[in-house]
């Protein structure tokens, strides 16, 4: 037998066995579109992918929510020990270098109208707890009690302590809180509103990071009150978060939002090294055949 004869059969096991594994893969993605005869289409167009990709995208999808990516995963990693830490460090930077007023911050969450309603809210609740204690705080007792020491010690004149009685002094003591309660509750608002107004202002300029230098909060506290608040919150909402987060439902509808180009280079860019050894290993197989059949012959 000439040799041209013996390595004619391996090489073209060999190139028979790479080009069908290699015309393989590349039938997995093309011809994207169906390529039709007449009204006739051919067989095996489109390709694998393109044809079957909502039941691709959808198996992919069950896959990764129901298998890969479960409740219990989720959980563990949203509690695990670097997203908790990273979480303190972040809340804590931001507390500590916080350069916002109180009314800066708050105006990045609340609209301006409702800000406004908050705002005359807040006022109309000081005013309220303002009036309902100076009315709750016997005024007559008080002013009377105290206008008896005052005279007591203010007047000398033995002639003139014996016009001022308690009684009169009671007396004197009822007319003038009748007058305050008077006040109080038809004029008294519009000066309640002007203190809390000019507090509330005070409050809306003062800085995060001084409120809490002021408070002198410890910083180890407060990580550790937000630590407990934030494993509360995840133990607690985890079903709602994934009732309202259907992860299959996401990764289908974002394989299906791909182009079949999209979604062959992705499927490439994680099986490429996979998708060449099985090529190589058709040239290498189809060698091997090639050799047998000539030491069978």
């Known amino acids: 037998m000439?040799?041209?004869?013996?390595?004619?059969?391996?090489a073209i096991g060999a190139l028979i066995g790479f080009g069908t594994n290699y015309l393989a893969i590349k039938m997995l993605f093309r011809p994207i579109?169906?390529?039709?005869?007449g009204?006739?289409?051919?067989?095996?167009?489109?390709?694998?992918?393109?044809?079957?990709?909502?039941?691709?995208?959808?198996?992919?999808?069950?896959?990764?929510?129901?298998?890969?990516?479960?409740?219990?995963?989720?959980?563990?990693i949203l509690l695990s020990e670097e997203i908790e830490k990273s979480l303190l460090n972040s809340v804590s930077k931001y507390l500590n270098e916080n350069n916002k007023t109180i009314k800066e911050f708050l105006?990045?969450?609340?609209?301006?109208?409702?800000?406004?309603?908050?705002?005359?809210?807040?006022?109309?609740?000081?005013?309220?707890?303002?009036?309902?204690?100076?009315?709750?705080?016997?005024?007559?007792?008080?002013?009377?009690?105290?206008a008896s020491i005052a005279v007591k010690e203010q007047v000398k004149n033995p002639l003139i302590k014996i016009f001022i009685t308690d009684n009169m002094l009671n007396n004197i003591s009822k007319v003038i809180v009748?007058?305050?309660?008077?006040y109080i509750q038809n004029d008294g608002k519009d000066v309640i509103f002007n203190i809390s107004e000019k507090e509330i202002l005070n409050i809306e300029e003062m800085q995060i990071s001084e409120i809490f230098d002021k408070l002198q909060v410890d910083e180890e506290k407060i990580r550790e009150v937000i630590s407990k608040l934030y494993k509360n919150l995840i133990n607690e909402n985890i079903?709602?978060?994934?009732a309202n987060f259907d992860i299959s439902k996401v990764v289908e509808q974002k394989i299906n939002d791909m182009s079949v180009l999209e979604l062959e280079k992705l499927i490439l860019k994680v099986m490429k090294k996979e998708l060449n050894a099985i090529v190589s290993l058709g040239g290498i197989l189809g060698f091997i055949i090639g050799l047998l059949n000539i030491l069978v012959i």
Request: hydrophobic letters at 35%; zero cysteines; proline letters at 6%.
């Open 2 to 10: 000439e040799l041209i004869q013996i390595i004619t059969g391996p």
């Open 33 to 37: 579109n169906p390529i039709k005869i």
């Open 107 to 146: 105006k990045i969450y609340i609209e301006q109208n409702k800000y406004d309603n908050i705002k005359l809210s807040l006022k109309e609740e000081i005013y309220d707890k303002v009036r309902k204690a100076i009315l709750n705080m016997n005024l007559a007792y008080i002013i009377s009690k105290e």
């Open 239 to 242: 079903d709602k978060l994934l």
């Open 178 to 182: 009748n007058k305050i309660e008077n």
């Open 39 to 76: 009204k006739k289409q051919i067989p095996f167009t489109p390709g694998i992918v393109p044809k079957r990709k909502p039941e691709i995208a959808k198996a992919i999808g069950s896959a990764v929510g129901n298998e890969l990516f479960t409740k219990e995963d989720i959980k563990k």
